[in-house]
């Protein structure tokens, strides 16, 4: 399958990033309100912070994923650590190399940005596949219960994630 990783470094990419999100919302079944996850993934567009999509060979999108530095118990002067707000891939792309790829992506994003990120963070739904998938390079922190089901926070040092995105790309050049 042929993709291509674009930051959204114009409205018509934010728009589409925000079309995307909008249009998968709701076959996700995220544990967190409309408005909640309306919040997560317009903050990075809206405070000109990092958002990238996934486009297939005809320039549809297939992916998207942002993240803001800081968080907002520190008002986001924590700038150090980096918090995934959220990641959406569609369906057919879920079991191929785009999360590997756009994860290896983020990590060289965030290390050729310079800005000295020492930790990342993310939520996911308590779903036992995606825990398995996270706990191969992160560790689970917390969990909170909310109305729409549970969630439980993740943390991983940026260099450990940075050299298990690399073994990824490894892996692939030695196959």
């Not at 903050?43 to 803001?68: K, M, R, T």
């Not at 825990?131 to 089901?149: I, V």
Request: with cysteine; glycine share 4%; proline share 5%.
């Amino acid at each position: 399958m042929n993709y291509r990783i674009q930051a959204c470094s114009n409205a018509v990419y934010q728009e589409q990033h925000m079309t995307f999100v909008l249009e998968n919302y709701v076959p996700l079944h995220v544990p967190n309100t409309f408005l909640l996850t309306l919040g997560f993934t317009s903050a990075p567009i809206l405070l000109e912070e990092e958002c990238f999509i996934a486009l297939d060979q005809h320039d549809e999108v297939i992916g998207a994923w942002n993240y803001l530095y800081g968080t907002e118990e520190y008002a986001y002067y924590n700038t150090e650590v980096i918090q995934i707000q959220s990641v959406i891939l569609s369906a057919p792309y879920r079991k191929t190399r785009l999360f590997a790829q756009g994860l290896q992506h983020l990590v060289r994003h965030i290390d050729q940005s310079r800005r000295g990120v020492k930790e990342v963070r993310f939520w996911i739904a308590a779903d036992p596949k995606l825990k398995r998938l996270c706990s191969k390079f992160a560790k689970p922190t917390s969990t909170l219960l909310t109305p729409q089901g549970i969630v439980e926070e993740y943390r991983v040092p940026f260099n450990q994630l940075y050299n298990y995105a690399r073994g990824l790309q490894s892996k692939r050049h030695a196959r």
